[in-house]
């Protein structure tokens, strides 16, 4: 028997087969972009302090410049 000759109706058949298919779920947006938002205020919050904090002092300064030589 040639697929021609069929009795089912393939139309049909493509039908019932996308119905019979999982539906797909669709991401939300909201929760990225709370993410995004979270992640680039943290790193504008931290380049601020980084700017704004003091500088660390790495070297320690001799006693004769801190005033109290004759000690």
Request: no cysteine; charged share 20%; aromatic share 4%.
């Amino acid at each position: 028997m040639d697929l021609a000759d069929s009795t089912l109706d393939t139309a049909a058949l493509a039908y019932a087969r996308a119905l019979l298919r999982k539906p797909m779920r669709r991401q939300k947006m909201g929760p990225v972009l709370a993410a995004a938002a979270f992640a680039a205020l943290s790193a504008v919050t931290f380049a601020a302090v980084m700017v704004m904090a003091p500088p660390a002092v790495v070297q320690h300064l001799p006693s004769d410049r801190l005033g109290d030589a004759g000690r």
